[in-house]
């Protein structure tokens, strides 16, 4: 088994990018380790997608100013390149769906990456509005996994 540079770069960054502190992977006579140093690790935060420029200008000249009582909607976006799972097996029920409310911390999907299953938890306490993504798609770091009304 050989790996392009590319792909070590790849496999890099879906390991610094998740919980993982140290992973080994073996085949015939290769061993490739990788290993996070604790004191050294960053919290990495998903960038927020920006709306197109002429959504905002229509935005902007079609509706009136919000009010504070306005929903509050966010993302949950994925923190990893890999596939989105919405249950935690395929017999058994999703996560969340549409209308459920959830805590902080509580699991919201799975994402497999490298035959690693990472449940995926909810930054803020809400009601889910939109699930954006099908069951068994592949999805890319930072993309929008579901949108949720911030309690």
Known sequence: MEFS????RELIAIVNQTDITEMTLESGDLRLSIRKSEKNRE????????????????QATDSPPE??????LIDIVSPMVGTFYRSPAPDDPPFVDIGDNIRKGQSVCIIEAMKLMNEIESESSGRI???????????EYGQALMRIEVA
């Open 5 to 8: 540079i590319d792909q070590l």
């Open 43 to 58: 919290m990495i935060v998903p960038p927020t997608p920006t709306p197109p420029i002429e959504a905002m200008m229509a």
């Open 67 to 72: 009010s504070p009582s306005s929903r509050k």
């Open 129 to 139: 509005v939109e699930i954006l993504v099908s069951n068994a798609q592949p999805v």
